[in-house]
T-cell receptor, first 111, second 114 residues
Framework: DAKTTQPPSMDCAEGRAANLPCNHS???????VYWYRQIHSQGPQYIIH???NNETNEMASLIITEDRKSSTLILPHATLRDTAVYYC????????????FGTGTRLQVTL | DTGVSQDPRHKITKRGQNVTFRCDPI?????LYWYRQTLGQGPEFLTY????????KSRLLSDRFSAERPKGSFSTLEIQRTEQGDSAMYLC????????????FGPGTRLTVT
């Protein structure tokens, strides 16, 4: 299984961009990268996913390096409500049927 | 659409007792997943259903655990002869037949075994 490595914690000032890195150097060519977040005492929430190209939605942008060995989740204007644990996940099933969460990055957004 | 619901939200039980949790997925979502999360860790996959068929089970799902989705709608997760190590948050998620890449999680059931 492709393993991911994330920093355990990061801080970001409110209004600034939050850039959360993820290393997945053993990823295979057809494996997608997913990002979820978990706000305290809630279930995880899907953010975005991608294969090769950069992706953007209303929540965030996902930048995947050309060699696909790492990616960065960007929250363009972080707010206090973005304080959460962010999980980078590589889908090894091809059908998103089994998400393997690591320990994630705890993002603290401060005033 | 009310989202994924789980019942109960909290359960305290004595070691050795059986417990059952219920998950109601988003209407018409044909996939349903169960995860377990302990303090400080990310969720761990337990099992998933496509309609009423249980397609995969983790090795974490010991013989004391059983999950069902009898009519392809709600699901139950039963733990028999609970142990203190079963204390965790049990999360349920669902996803649609198309656009299945996004799993929608419920709020979870927190189990405490004393």
């Amino acid at each position: 299984d492709a393993k991911t490595t994330q920093p355990p914690s990061m801080d970001c000032a409110e209004g600034r961009a939050a850039n959360l890195p993820c290393n997945h150097s053993t990823i295979s060519g057809n494996e997608y990268v997913y990002w979820y977040r978990q706000i305290h005492s809630q279930g995880p929430q899907y953010i975005i996913h991608g294969l090769k190209n950069n992706e953007t939605n209303e929540m965030a942008s996902l930048i995947i390096t050309e060699d696909r060995k790492s990616s960065t989740l960007i929250l363009p204007h972080a707010t206090l409500r973005d304080t959460a644990v962010y999980y980078c996940i590589v889908d090894t099933t091809g059908t998103a049927s089994k998400l393997t969460f690591g320990t994630g990055t705890r993002l603290q957004v401060t005033l | 659409d009310t989202g994924v619901s789980q019942d109960p939200r909290h359960k305290i039980t004595k070691r050795g007792q059986n417990v059952t949790f219920r998950c109601d997925p988003i209407s018409e979502h044909n996939r349903l997943y169960w995860y377990r999360q302990t303090l400080g860790q990310g969720p761990e996959f337990l099992t998933y259903f496509q309609n009423e068929a249980q397609l995969e089970k983790s090795r974490l799902l010991s013989d004391r655990f059983s999950a069902e989705r009898p009519k392809g709608s709600f699901s139950t997760l039963e733990i028999q002869r609970t142990e203190q190590g079963d204390s965790a948050m049990y999360l349920c998620a669902s996803s649609p037949k198309t656009g299945f890449y996004e799993q929608y999680f419920g709020p979870g059931t927190r189990l405490t075994v004393t």
